[in-house]
């Protein structure tokens, strides 16, 4: 199946304004998705909020079973969330630890999780344990299995990291933490939405994701998986009486689902978008999304390898669409504003965010390309030549 880029390009109609390079930030989200967004909304002026949820029940409810076919999974264990940080938390959190615990992570892990870690570690006495990465940087296999005994509580690792093109085995980890009976807990952010993922492959119990970055869905979405019977057993970290029934004066019971994670005042209009940009990504085709949006990304690192000045900072083998770089004597920021000044939306990633992998490797802030299905070729051209002409330092 091949992607028929003039009919992606007519449902995004940020691609008439601008040349639209951060989708590892948050996409342009297809006409579909606005237009359920703004007549939901419409709804809700015109009859009432909870009005319109009575009468949007079904589509609503189907949001959950969109979000478990994309991956997977059935739609008991799905819970919808405000961004993928608030999903990660509350599985992270539903987890006791004790003095001694080990968590394994990876060196890539994303900056909101790791100061989770530090948290927990500095209230429980649990220990951060950070796996290797092999020579091509991404997370070391063997290395993982060797760390395992009886002390590791939790793997949680980062599947693609939001500071370039890395893509860690993540399946390969699901593997070892099966078979070691430990808690593993995925990081999808970056991932879901440009490449297939399926729990089952996977072997995660928790996976989360978020709305609007490679989706296309709008902000303020997320959601969490959590494997069936895992989550009848996890506690969430905070409830309320949409996730705990309060059945009587001294009682309350947890919902039977992963909605136990959820509270009960939402953004329907948002959970609606999320369901029908998810619902439009599978009627293109995961898999042709992934190749269009690797091809891009490969054309972006092999122009960008020419460019004197200019320091590709993605690791691995194999490699997502993100595209990091330095341009030599130019700050991030700079490159950034002025690939803006020419209609190219970029951004840039701090050391912050994945503080381990920026001492390790000495990053500066860098600059973040992240193409997707629906740009063009003549877009990444355009993207490239401008970088050279920064590089060239000629305005
Ligand atoms: C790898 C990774 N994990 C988690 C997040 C957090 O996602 P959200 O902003 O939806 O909470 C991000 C956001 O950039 C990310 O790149």
């Not at 949680?156 to 370039?164: D, F, L, Q, R």
Request: overall charge neutral; aromatic content about 6%.
């Amino acid at each position: 199946m091949t992607i028929d880029l003039q009919r992606v390009r007519a449902d995004t109609i940020g691609v008439n304004h601008r040349i639209h390079l951060n989708n590892a930030g948050a996409a342009l989200v297809p006409t579909p998705v606005l237009d359920a967004m703004t007549g939901y909304l419409r709804r809700e002026a015109e009859i009432g909020g909870y009005e319109a949820a009575g009468e949007q029940a079904d589509r609503l409810n189907g949001v959950y079973a969109s979000v478990a076919r994309l991956i997977g999974a059935s739609s008991d264990e799905i819970a919808l969330m405000e961004n993928a940080t608030i999903a990660w938390q509350m599985a992270f959190y539903a987890i006791r630890f004790r003095p001694g615990d080990r968590i394994l992570t990876s060196q890539a892990e994303y900056g909101a999780n790791y100061v989770a870690f530090l948290q927990v570690a500095k209230q429980t006495g649990a220990r951060i344990d950070v796996i290797p990465n092999d020579a091509s940087g991404a997370l070391c296999v063997p290395s993982l299995e060797r760390m395992i005994d009886e002390r590791v509580r939790l793997i949680a690792i980062t599947w693609v990291p939001t500071n370039g093109g890395l893509v860690n085995p993540a399946a390969a980890v699901g593997k070892i933490a099966r078979k070691a009976g430990v808690l593993y807990l995925l990081d999808a952010c970056q991932a879901v939405g440009q490449m297939p993922v399926d729990v089952g492959t996977l072997r995660c119990d928790m996976l989360s994701a978020t709305g609007r970055k490679f989706l296309r869905g709008p902000r303020g979405t997320g959601f969490l998986y959590v494997r069936r019977e895992l989550m009848l057993r996890l506690e969430p970290p905070l409830i309320d009486h949409f996730g705990a029934v309060w059945v009587a004066p001294e009682r309350y019971e947890l919902r039977p689902d992963a909605r136990r994670f959820e509270s009960w005042e939402n953004n329907y209009a948002a959970r609606l978008g999320l369901g029908v940009a998810i619902d439009y990504a599978l009627s293109i085709g995961i898999d042709p999304i992934m190749s269009r949006a690797r091809l891009l990304a490969d054309m972006m690192r092999e122009a960008l390898m020419c460019i004197p000045n200019v320091e590709i900072k993605d690791l691995g083998t194999e490699r997502a669409a993100i595209v990091t770089f330095t341009v030599q004597g130019v700050d991030a920021s700079d490159v950034k504003a002025r690939l803006a000044a020419q209609g190219i939306n970029v951004t840039t990633s701090q050391p912050s965010s994945t503080l381990l992998d920026a001492i390790t490797r000495s990053l500066p802030t860098v600059v973040r390309a992240s193409p997707h299905y629906y740009n063009s070729e003549e877009e990444v051209y355009r993207f490239t030549e401008t970088i050279a002409a920064i590089a060239r330092n000629d305005n």
